[in-house]
């Protein structure tokens, strides 16, 4: 017996570009009415900045005015910063500071906005990185940002459960996405070189967003899985 369980109504937060489009995409070819949050939006979606309350509580109205009630939340929003603890590429208090406020406080207020107008069945799917499971080198802020995003999505499965709402985080590894192009470029020639050879990775190739927009929907429709950490890599988390 298949206990999926398909939404009505999703928000994708970051979902204007990259995973955060295949995901939107995914949801409306299966029927589900998604809105769209974004700090940079495009035609048709919502202006949402994830690290202000106010912006994320308007969201909480306009999607409670529009639809009532919401089945699905997945956090796509996300931030980098190129830099390690004490190298030639260091990174800056604020860009450390801009990071967590998007990556990890980011998942938190939106999280407790629309938790309202969730109920038994809903879904919480929290779009982390490989590299919270297994760091990469000069990027310090982001892994311990994406680390963190993985401890507070199974502490919310385990918060949310007596309500029954699932929560599930998908770590994707290296996607080419507009985001992951332009933070390639700032990183040093030796980490650019081990990223274009692949090295680490099981599968010796790049995964696309419609990869990982697979693997969000897994997380969330999937009835009997919840606080689960999927990685999909390429093997790369292996080692």
């Avoid at 589900?32 to 979606?45: N, Q, R, S, W």
């Avoid at 940002?145 to 007596?162: E, F, I, N, T, W």
């Avoid at 994707?172 to 990183?187: C, E, F, I």
Wanted: with cysteine; hydrophobic share 45%.
């Amino acid at each position: 017996m298949s206990t999926d369980v398909r939404p009505s109504v999703a928000v994708v937060t970051g979902g204007a570009s990259g995973i955060g489009a295949a995901v939107v995409a995914r949801l409306r070819a299966s029927g589900t009415a998604v809105v769209v949050a974004d700090l940079v939006p495009g035609m048709g979606e919502e202006q949402v900045d994830v690290t202000d309350g106010t912006s994320v509580q308007a969201l909480a109205e306009r999607v409670a005015a529009a639809h009532g009630h919401l089945d699905l939340l997945v956090h796509c929003a996300g931030a980098v910063a190129v830099g390690a603890v004490d190298t030639d590429i260091e990174t800056a208090e604020e860009d450390w500071h801009r990071v967590f406020s998007v990556n990890v406080t980011g998942v938190w207020t939106v999280s407790r906005a629309l938790l309202p107008l969730m109920g038994e069945g809903g879904a919480i799917v929290v779009v982390s990185s490989a590299a919270g499971v297994r760091p990469i080198p000069e990027m310090a802020a982001y892994v311990a940002s994406k680390s963190a995003a993985v401890g507070l999505s199974r502490s919310m499965a385990l918060d949310l459960a007596p309500r029954g709402i699932r929560v599930n985080c998908v770590c994707p590894g290296l996607v080419d996405t507009p985001l992951a192009r332009t933070t390639q470029k700032q990183r040093s020639s030796a980490e650019r070189a081990n990223v274009a050879e692949r090295r680490g990775y099981l599968i010796g190739r790049e995964g696309t967003a419609e990869e990982i927009a697979d693997a969000v929907m897994l997380a969330g429709t999937n009835g009997y899985l919840t606080g689960s950490t999927l990685v999909v890599d390429g093997g790369r988390s292996l080692h």
